[in-house]
């Protein structure tokens, strides 16, 4: 090998490791400064959309027009994970019997082992943009077998075509693809995972509810769907109780 050659091969071995350390440390000092702006959130109330997160807040449903919740509960889950997938119409048909008195915040918190975690959340970020976010969660949860081990163009076609679903074909094709793989959206997301990873989330579904994590998974009863419900109906009865209590008091 010539004198030179090997110069310019050492040379750019040396530049492909210089620019390899400068990233890791760039990306250290975004992390650092992403944590230090997490400590600056109170989690248990509504993150309204800011530089932190792309510009998009909270997730809420089970609201209904006119009437302000009383009770919220903060959820962290991933849409690829199976007990979310499972307890997500359980929790949906919860808050149907509050009309509007309860409601739940949902945040993204993905798991390091579920493939396609970060793609769904993302696609439901982009679908939210256009103001489907609800319709669309509720979509890929309920039909997670069909995506969950989907890769490449295979995946963004289902992902596309669940869109297609819950715009009735009137939501913007194109620009929810290019939302899915916007920066806005993948600051969205980590910023969701970020939230849950300060309160120690370890698994999903987990729920949250005046600072404190309700142990629902603690209680066998809690595991069939009756249960399920009935737990939470309880729980937040007793919030709401607690609430007019207060009211009365005052």
Sequence with gaps: ??????????SLVVAF???GIFVSMRNSEEKEKQ????????????IEGDENNGGIGDHIKGTVEGVEPEVYIYEYADYQCPGCATTNPWI?????????????????????YHQNGRAAASAAEAAGLQDYWKEYANLLFANQSEWEYLSGAGRKEKFVEYF???????????????????S???AKVSFDCALGKR????????????????????????????????????????????????????
Excluded at 1 to 10: E, H, Q, V, Y
């Design 164 to 182: 297609k679903t819950v715009s009735g074909g009137a939501g913007d094709e194109t620009q929810f693809v290019k939302d899915m793989s916007s």
């Design 184 to 186: 806005e959206v993948s």
């Design 92 to 112: 949906n048909e919860v808050l149907e019997s509050f009309n509007g008195k309860a409601a739940i915040v949902y945040r993204s918190f993905l798991l390091s």
């Design 35 to 46: 944590n230090a702006a997490i400590e600056e959130y109170d989690l248990y109330s509504i």
């Design 199 to 250: 309160i120690a989330v370890s698994a999903t579904p987990a729920f949250y509810m005046d600072g404190e994590e309700i142990k629902w998974v603690d209680d066998e009863s809690a595991a069939t769907k009756s249960g399920f419900i009935s737990y939470f109906k309880k729980l937040i009865e007793k919030k709401l109780g607690e609430k007019t209590e207060t009211a009365r008091a005052e």
């Design 1 to 10: 090998m010539k004198r030179s050659t090997l110069i310019i091969i050492i």
């Design 17 to 19: 490791i210089g620019i």
